[in-house]
RNA sequence: CGGGCCGUAGCGCAGCUUGGUUAGCGUGCCUGCUUUGGGAGCAGGAGGUCGCGGGUUCGAAUCCCGCCGGCCCGACCA
């Protein structure tokens, strides 16, 4: 199979720029149907790796590989002198021993250095993704991925929620298709990858792979719907789609991506308008803010950033740690130029036909890069205790007197009380390359079991997101970790937003623009944005990201009285 | 597609200007011992068509020509 990523744009006529390329052999890799994680089965699924993501012999949590008379016989060796002094301490002032801050190796690039390497870092080090073999593509790694299927499964939960059924269509969609609809094909096909040989000969019609399917569904959707009692037809499905990316960045944008398009039929403009602001909120907004912990702002995009073939698109957007902005999801009312393309018709309740009115809407792997670059540190990762695929790593420190029995009752009953936990048992590498490791994963409580602390009956937890320590009876321990994943998921949540607000600032001219999204977002209101202002701010790599209200919320339709929200972006 | 830079061990690089032993260094990897409460130490070891092709030369990672690939900056996008 042979396919050939820039002949299309002559064939389909566009006024987008030509490209030369060799046509490339490819084998047929096409893999349809994203399986997902079921979450309940999350913890258990992992329960039997070590952090290495290595299974173990024997499985559980008990596993005990290569430790014995040595350690042993060191922490026999050490007597508690330093322990001695710690203990009085610790009882009259509740005291930690190993408190204090530690000397923190590099092991990123800091955030303040370079941002965008820190980035790569982060998901090297990580090892959440890796650069695919043909360029834009993408390798997306175990724990990547885990983060990916947890994404998928709380918002698939939400999408079934208000109704919407997961159905699944082809990868590959009739060229011809793409040309029905004419912004749609002047919006898309810079970026189609195209097939032109199959079997070893030369297609009649060129096939594209999917850059998004409006096209097919909405075949599909016209031959189901006869009448309006078949509307709404609400349809969702988990895919890959291929947008041939010229600059591709990890997750942000890859040439191939994972996303969710959801795609709806509605007898009347109202309705399609209803739902598309409905999954904007309930479904993208709730699960952006309850689950990433990222304070997304709702609007609409402006005519110039409008989707292809869209009436009015909705758009999700968040600030990075380095005040860009990046849009983590989209809702489009189509009107009706799908339903007209594709003939969706249907016979309303006084026998007339009518076109219907359709939306689409999606979120992709892109907001893996976006949870990565708003609570990142220069540690690594910080996930938001709700999404992350671990919720609590226990660290066995050193080995001796019961603290391995003492790790794998600590995980039973973490695991019990609904926990997503693993257990590090790793007596072969140092404990603060384990603990580097943890953070640079992002896990958001550390629970570390070693013979000190069990002598005292003690564990010591530590939070991910601010590094501080404190120590508990065993016995507390689990309640403890649950009351610190709580406080975790809210404080991610309000330093995001304290960010983002102290980084918003109020201007009334555009040169005010420019200057304040160097550093993040300009608020200025939109009838002050003179034609050819988007364009000249453009320019400076400075675009609307969209226009609110203003006390902030979702405007309908065109409205006097609003505000654009202006930045850099990914 | 325009402008700048780079291809040497898995990764990151030095060596090239001024051609000449067996092509080095850091990290990672393997083995052993000692370690383990914040990226452990020591010893030993494996790993290279110096991007590809041609040319100059007694001799090329190094000089010349061509090709291929990649990165960064500008015009489009989840």
């Given amino acids: 199979m042979v396919t050939d990523v820039d002949g299309v744009t002559d064939r389909l006529g566009s006024s987008g720029r030509a490209r030369s390329g060799p046509r490339t052999e490819s084998e047929p890799d096409t893999e349809s149907g994203e399986a997902f994680g079921d979450p309940r089965s ?73 941002f965008p ?5 982060v998901i090297a080090k990580a090892e959440l993704a890796d650069n695919g073999p043909v360029r834009g593509t993408m390798v997306i790694r175990p724990d990547g991925y885990a983060i990916w299927e947890r994404m998928q499964a709380e918002v698939d939960q939400r999408i079934k929620a208000v109704g919407v059924r997961n159905a699944y269509f082809p990868l590959f969609i009739p060229e011809s298709y793409l040309t029905r609809e004419a912004e749609h094909v002047e919006g898309f096909s810079p970026e189609l990858a195209v097939v032109t040989h199959g079997g070893g000969k030369e297609l009649a019609e060129p096939v594209v792979v999917r850059p998004t399917s409006e096209t097919v569904i909405g075949e599909y959707i016209a031959k189901w719907t006869q009448s309006y009692r078949d509307l709404p037809l609400l349809l969702n499905q988990w895919a890959n789609v291929v947008r041939w990316e ?34 904007h909120t309930e479904v993208y907004r709730d699960f952006m803010v309850d689950v990433l912990a990222m304070p997304v702002l709702l609007g609409a995009k402006t005519a110039a950033e409008r989707f292809p073939g869209a009436i009015d698109t909705l758009t999700c957007e968040a600030m990075m740690g380095d005040g860009k902005a990046l849009q983590m999801g989209t809702s489009h009312e189509l009107g009706q130029n799908f339903a007209k393309a594709f003939d969706i018709r249907f016979l309303d309740e006084s026998g007339s036909e009518q076109l219907a009115w359709t939306t689409s809407w999606g979120v992709s792997t892109r907001m893996v890069g976006g949870l990565i670059m708003t609570h990142g540190d220069d540690r690594g990762l910080r996930l938001p205790p709700v ?14 007197d019961g603290v391995g029995a003492a790790v794998d009752r600590l995980v039973d009953d973490l695991e019990a009380a609904g926990v997503r936990v693993v257990a590090d048992t790793r007596a072969e590498l140092s404990f603060g390359r384990r603990v580097t490791d943890w953070e640079l994963k992002g896990v958001p409580v550390r629970i570390e079991v070693g013979p000190r602390d069990l002598a005292e009956g003690e564990v010591t937890l530590v939070r991910r997101d601010t590094a501080s320590k404190e120590q508990v009876g065993l016995g507390g321990a ?26 918003t600032v109020d201007v009334s001219t555009v040169d005010e623009v420019a ?6 977002f300009a608020r200025i209101r939109w ?15 400075v675009t609307i990201r969209c226009l609110q209200r203003l006390d902030g919320s979702l405007p309908e339709g065109d409205e006097d009285e609003l505000i654009a929200i202006a930045a850099r972006s990914y």
């Fill in 387 to 400: 999404l992350a695929p671990v919720q609590v790593v226990v660290l066995l420190v050193r080995d001796g």
């Fill in 515 to 520: 200057e304040a999204a160097a550093t993040g």
């Fill in 246 to 279: 010229l600059r591709p960045r990890l997750f942000l944008r890859s040439s191939e991506f994972l996303w969710q398009e959801g795609h709806t039929a509605h007898v009347s403009r109202e309705d399609a308008a209803a739902f598309a602001r409905r999954i």
């Fill in 527 to 541: 009838d002050a944005i003179g034609p050819g202002d988007e364009q000249r701010l453009a320019t400076d790599g």
């Fill in 117 to 121: 390497r820190w980035y790569q870092d």
């Fill in 478 to 503: 689990v309640a403890t970790a649950g009351k610190l994943l709580e406080a975790i998921q809210q404080d991610l949540l309000a330093e995001a937003t304290e960010r983002r607000d102290e980084r």
């Fill in 42 to 114: 999350e913890a258990t699924a992992r329960a039997g790796h070590d952090g290495d993501g290595r299974q173990r012999p024997g499985s559980g949590s008990g596993v005990r590989i290569g430790r014995h008379g040595p350690s042993v016989a060191a922490s026999a060796r050490r007597p508690r002198v330093a322990v001695g002094g710690g203990r009085c301490c610790r009882s009259h002032h509740g005291e930690n021993y190993n408190r204090e801050v530690m000397p923190k190796p590099q092991v990123l690039t800091p955030q303040a250095d370079d």
